[in-house]
């Protein structure tokens, strides 16, 4: 199995800042990679898919970069709402696996 | 608009069998395109993918859990289904289904998803 691997674990951070996540797999995987957002008691939400693509209605803070092994996820400028825990998933191999997640924290 | 239900059981004991099945709204499961699939989540951890399936019935499994799956599709009723033997305390969790995106000709990235049912394996 490929093992996807985000840091930090978690971030505080302000509104306004701007946030990179890392996600970096086992072994190459292309840019068959995602990033979803999850915020407690919800389904995840995908971000960027093929690693840099933006979901259809997600908003053009949020951009996705990477390639190979190493991948980030930026949010440009954080707002309220972007305060949650964010998953990167690759699509390369099955099975399909997912990284431990990023809790994002208001500071 | 696409809405999607997992419904079941939110109780089993272990060695019982989890069956659950997600009702489709708002897109046929029939149109093809994409692939559907079930993901789970233990109560404060993260996902992991369990399987997916196309309308045909074609199936990718988690080698993990493979030996105890069965993901089934019912196009007529528009809803397909999961059915995990077996269970123990460790599948106790959140469980999602969920709408893949389509680019391909197999499981890649889930862009809907159902709102999730838990289930807890307890004696």
């Known amino acids: 199995d490929i093992q996807m691997t985000q840091s930090p674990s978690s971030v505080s951070a302000s509104v306004g800042d701007r946030v990179t996540i890392t996600c970096r797999a086992s072994?190459?995987?292309?840019?068959?990679l995602a990033w979803y957002q999850q915020k407690p008691g919800k389904a995840p939400k995908l971000l960027i898919y093929a690693a840099s693509n933006l979901q259809s209605g997600v908003p053009s803070r949020f951009s996705g970069s990477g390639s190979g092994t190493d991948f980030t996820l930026t949010i440009s400028s954080l707002q309220p709402e972007d305060f949650a825990t964010y998953y990167c998933?690759?699509?390369?191999?099955?099975?399909?696996?997912f990284g431990q997640g990023t809790r994002l924290e208001i500071k | 608009q696409l809405q999607m239900q997992e419904s079941g059981p939110g109780l089993l004991k272990p060695s019982e069998t989890l069956s659950l099945t997600c009702i489709v709204s708002?897109?046929?499961?029939?149109?093809?395109?994409?692939?559907w699939g079930w993901i789970r989540q233990p109560p404060g951890k993260g996902l992991e993918w369990i399987g997916s399936i196309y309308f045909s019935g074609s199936t990718y499994y988690n080698p993990s859990l493979k030996s105890r799956l069965t993901i089934s599709v019912d196009t007529s009723k528009n809803q397909f289904s999961l059915k995990l033997s077996s269970v123990t305390a460790a599948d106790t969790a959140v469980y999602y289904c969920a709408k893949e995106i389509g680019f391909g000709d197999s499981p890649e990235y889930f862009q809907e998803w159902g709102r999730g049912t838990l289930v807890t394996v307890s004696s």
């Open positions: 998933q690759q699509a390369n191999n099955f099975p399909l696996t």
């Open positions: 708002g897109d046929s499961i029939s149109s093809g395109s994409h692939y």
């Open positions: 072994q190459g995987i292309s840019t068959w």
